[in-house]
């Protein structure tokens, strides 16, 4: 130890020009407007019940076409909010991502468990993963526009629920499967947005189909770095704020129709949980330009995305999710 | 645009301070300011959404501490004192104004408004004329989209069957409480109680937020201090 310190001091003072230090970098935390207190004053605690689930889960890829081309850059990151940091409970968000063996589609599940449900993060995990998973085999088979869309969400739905019912067996529920739904669902519930992807671009743009049950929120990030909104904005034009939200294992008594867009280079499509939908509004404040400007092109990685995403900002503490799409243009 | 909204939880003290308020009463409500403020320190997920405010009343009420941000560097606690007579009517119509001028503002400001909360602290029967007092607390809790979830709290003297008559939403999910001293109770540290339970029910609805929920989270009986009891609008008749 000593002899190293020596050998330190002899070459700092010796007449050769400063070696580059050893090491460089930062973490440094993002902030819209006022960060408020609980950005750095919480202390994160874990919630006890469920040691394996990650506070933070992220991705930052690119998909190639058959070759060494690549198609498009996708980033994603789930990060545990403030609240539930402070509170100690879990990360009740979770995304999931898959391409169709045949490289075709890009299918992505984003999911929003429902506060209230003790296990909600296994129905948001239920939805993003498995129900990604069970859309890419149905694309084997069934174009996107041609895909049953309530029977496909209400196989989602019952995976969940047997998870609920299941769980309340393993709890001495006598009787599980007499249970109503309705009260499975106070257990575990989850809101879920759906989106499959061409990653064959008709005239440059990729065709995009998207089905949710929720609030989940998908955009398009447009050139110029407008926010164009798949579906209507969550509490447009209601007079007062209201937090029921429409979530699986129950369906809605009219599931609406799915959307069709399309995403082309220098353009975005962006898929969020309402704890990033919420303050990014309807795209045009403080929230709306800074994502609009650090996601013009996709971030270098996947860990700088999520940091993004985290974003702090005063009295916005749910957990957030995004996943985001940048095609790239053909050469 | 209706865009990128903050919630806030505002949260008002209404507090008697006539002249039967004076000695040790009046030193543990002059307590209630700073315990907040120490509660509120440690719970920085809460501290960024509430809004914290003082009305005083006796002959008359004052706004003692403009609905604020409690941390806030730039803000200096007021010192209560004791004045006069007891006028619910006077406290009703100031907390009636400064509700809408509040709300309203923070409105314009672009944040989300929660119902306002309001702890009322009376150690005495109201001094104005029945119809009087009635009138004003008909105009802040009727016809009136800014209704506060108002909480009556009553040590030494206040009269129960009054107070009860303050609890609003009286019924209904979300029915309010009353907190009374009990009887043989020490006045002064029966107002330190109830400032314990106005902190709890503040952390409680800051956590039930997180949750997902919106509205003002009581305390249950069995987690109250002991000396103080809880009673809904229909334990008095």
């Not at chain 1, 109503?180 to 189909?209: K, S």
Request: glycine content about 8%; overall charge negative; proline content about 7%.
């Amino acid at each position: 130890m000593g002899a190293s310190t020596r050998e330190h001091e002899e070459s700092a003072g010796s007449a050769e020009p400063a070696a580059a230090p050893a090491w460089r970098g930062r973490v440094e935390q993002f902030e819209v407007g006022d960060p408020g207190r609980a950005a750095t004053r919480v202390v994160p605690v874990p919630d006890e019940s469920a040691w394996d689930r990650r506070d933070t889960v992220l991705d930052g890829v690119a998909l190639k076409d058959g070759g060494r081309r690549v198609v498009a850059e996708l980033r994603a990151a789930s990060v545990r909010g403030l609240a539930h940091r402070a509170y100690g409970t879990v990360r009740q968000d979770e995304y999931g991502y898959r391409r169709t063996p045949d490289g075709r589609y890009l299918v992505v599940g984003v999911a929003d468990g429902v506060s209230a449900g003790a296990l909600s993060h296994k129905a948001a995990v239920a939805a993003a993963r498995r129900g990604v998973n069970m859309l890419v085999h149905a694309l084997r088979t069934t174009a996107p526009d041609r895909m049953p869309w309530p029977d496909f969400l209400r196989a989602v739905a019952a995976e969940i629920e047997a998870i609920g019912r299941k769980r309340l067996a393993a709890t001495g529920t006598a009787d599980p499967h007499a249970v109503p739904l309705r009260e499975v669902a106070n257990l575990l519930a989850t809101t879920v947005l759906y989106a499959v992807v061409d990653l064959v671009p008709v005239a440059g743009a990729h065709e995009v189909h998207l089905v949710s049950v929720g609030d989940t929120s998908a955009w398009v990030l447009r050139e110029g770095g407008r926010w164009e909104p798949q579906q209507a904005v969550k509490n447009d034009g209601a007079e007062v704020h209201s937090s029921s939200v429409q979530a699986l294992p129950l369906l809605p008594a009219a599931l609406p129709p799915p959307v069709r867009t399309t995403v082309a280079p220098g353009e975005a499509l962006v898929l969020v949980t309402d704890g990033v939908g919420d303050p990014l509004g309807h795209g045009a404040g403080a929230v709306g330009r800074f994502l609009a400007e650090v996601w013009a092109a996709p971030p270098a990685s996947g860990l700088e995305f999520a940091a993004q995403v985290g974003f702090a900002r005063r009295s916005y503490d749910d957990d957030r999710t995004a996943v985001a799409l940048w095609p790239v243009a053909g050469t | 645009m209706e865009s990128d909204k903050a919630k806030l939880l505002p949260f008002y003290l209404v507090i008697d301070v006539s002249a039967s308020m004076s000695g040790s009463k009046l030193e543990q409500a002059n307590q209630i300011m700073p315990k907040v403020v120490d509660a509120l320190a440690d719970a920085p997920i809460l501290s960024d959404k509430v809004r914290f405010g003082v009305i005083d009343f006796g002959s008359d009420a004052q706004v003692r501490l403009p609905l604020c941000d409690l941390l806030d560097d730039e803000v200096t606690l007021p010192a209560l004192n004791v004045r006069g007579a007891t006028s619910y009517a006077a406290a009703f119509r100031l907390l009636r104004a400064e509700l809408e001028s509040n709300v309203k503002q923070l409105k314009a400001d672009g944040f989300q408004v929660h119902r306002p909360a309001v702890f009322f602290i009376s150690d005495g029967e109201p001094t104005d004329r029945d119809e009087e007092w009635r009138a004003a607390f008909r105009d802040l809790t009727e016809n009136f989209p800014i209704y506060p979830n108002l909480v009556p709290c009553g040590v030494d003297d206040a009269n129960p069957r009054t107070l009860a008559t303050l609890i609003h939403p009286a019924s209904g999910p979300k029915a309010m409480r009353m907190y009374l001293m009990e009887q043989g109770q020490n006045p002064a540290d029966a107002i330190a109680m109830i400032a314990e339970i106005l902190i709890s029910s503040m952390l409680a609805s800051g956590q039930s937020m997180a949750q997902g929920n919106s509205g003002l989270i009581l305390p249950a009986q069995q987690d109250l201090p002991s000396g103080i009891s809880a009673y809904s609008s229909d334990d008095f008749v």
